[in-house]
C-alpha cells in the first residue's frame, strides 16, 4: 500500500514511523464534496489537517506518552481521487477503500470533507463487524434528513443512512434540525440524542451517553459539534457547542470504557485568514488515537 512522503505525512512523520506495514495506525483522506449547503471548501479539508499536523507535538501531556512511538507508527494514505464519483459511486469507493484497510487488520482514521461520507465508512465496518455497535456522533447537526435537496446521499441525510444499516445511533450537542429529524430522535428505538441545552455542568448527560452504547463504538466528529469559539470554520456553524474540555473528556471517557473501532473528522473548512479549525482538528486527531492505544 502505497504511503505518503514525510512532507505530507500526518505529524511530518520519517519513514521509520509512518510504514504501512508496520503501522497499526492508517490515516485516510477522504476529499469528498458534492452536497455541501452553506458554506463550501470542505474538500481541502484533508490536506489542511495534514499540514497543520506538523505542528501538533508527539508527547501529549495528559496521556503522558508519545503516542506514534509507543504504538509503533501511523502510516498517513495518499489522498483518495473520487476521479467526479458522487452519490452512490462516491460510496461504493469509500466502502471499497476502507474495506482493504480494515481487511490488513488497520486502525482506520478517515479525515474527511463533509458528512456524507461516513456512511461509506460505516458501510466497511458492518461488514467487517457486524452491526451490532454504536456510531457516536458529535455534532450540532442530527444529518437526519431522509434526503436533502432531493438527495439521500446529502452531508445532511448521513447519519439516516448508516442508521440502514441497523446500527445504533447516539447524538452529543445537536442544535440544528427540522422537526422531521426531532421525530427519529423521539421514536427511533436505535437513536439517543443528547442536545446541547442538556449539557450540564454535573455530567449527567455523559452518563446517558455511556449508557446508550454498545461495547463497541465508531466515533464520528463533525467540527461544529464544537462551539466555534473552538472550531470557528466550518460549514455550517452553530452557537452553544461542546467546550473542548466537554468533548475530550467525553471521548476519553468512552474510548477507555469501550472497544472503538475507528473514527472520523469532517466537516472543517480551510481558510487564508486562520488555521485554528484544522490546526484544532489536527490536535483533536491525535488525542483520539492517544485515547484508542493508551499505553
Not at 492508517?26 to 452536497?35: A, C, G, R
Not at 484533508?46 to 506514534?68: G, M, N, R
Not at 470557528?232 to 476519553?252: D, F, I, Y
Amino acid at each position: 500500500m502505497d504511503v505518503l512522503g514525510i512532507e505530507h505525512n500526518f505529524l511530518a512523520l520519517e519513514e521509520t514511523y509512518s510504514s504501512y506495514d508496520k503501522s497499526p495506525v492508517v490515516i485516510q483522506s477522504l476529499p469528498y464534496e458534492h452536497t455541501s449547503s452553506y458554506h463550501k471548501g470542505s474538500a481541502g479539508g484533508p490536506e489542511a489537517l495534514l499540514k497543520a499536523s506538523h505542528f501538533v507535538e508527539f508527547y501529549d501531556e495528559e496521556l503522558d506518552q508519545e503516542t506514534v512511538f509507543d504504538l509503533g507508527g501511523i502510516a498517513t494514505l495518499p489522498i483518495l481521487d473520487f476521479k467526479g464519483a458522487t452519490d452512490a459511486a462516491a460510496m461504493d469507493l469509500i466502502t471499497e477503500e476502507t474495506r482493504k484497510l480494515l481487511k490488513d487488520e488497520k486502525f482506520v482514521v478517515s479525515i474527511g470533507s463533509e458528512h456524507s461520507i461516513t456512511y461509506g465508512i460505516i458501510r466497511a465496518f458492518v461488514e467487517k463487524f457486524g452491526s451490532n455497535f454504536s456510531i457516536l456522533q458529535i455534532d450540532a447537526h442530527s444529518d437526519l434528513r431522509e434526503a436533502y435537496q432531493g438527495n439521500p446521499f446529502s452531508h445532511a441525510s448521513a447519519m439516516a443512512r448508516c442508521l440502514e444499516t441497523d446500527v445504533h445511533l447516539t447524538q452529543v450537542g445537536i442544535r440544528a434540525q427540522c422537526i422531521e429529524e426531532s421525530k427519529v430522535c423521539k421514536e427511533h428505538p436505535k437513536v439517543t440524542t443528547i442536545y446541547a441545552h442538556q449539557l450540564d455542568e454535573a455530567g449527567e448527560w455523559m452518563k446517558t451517553v455511556m449508557k446508550s452504547l454498545k461495547d463497541h463504538v465508531y466515533i464520528t466528529v463533525d467540527a461544529d459539534g464544537f462551539d466555534p469559539s473552538v472550531m470557528p470554520s466550518v460549514g455550517t456553524a452553530e452557537p452553544n457547542g461542546l467546550s473542548w474540555q466537554q468533548a475530550t473528556r467525553l471521548l476519553k471517557k468512552v474510548c477507555s470504557k469501550r472497544k472503538v473501532l475507528g473514527f472520523d473528522i469532517v466537516e472543517f473548512i480551510p481558510r487564508e485568514t486562520d488555521t485554528i479549525t484544522e490546526y484544532n482538528c489536527a490536535k483533536l486527531a491525535y488525542k483520539m488515537i492517544g485515547y484508542t492505544h493508551k499505553s
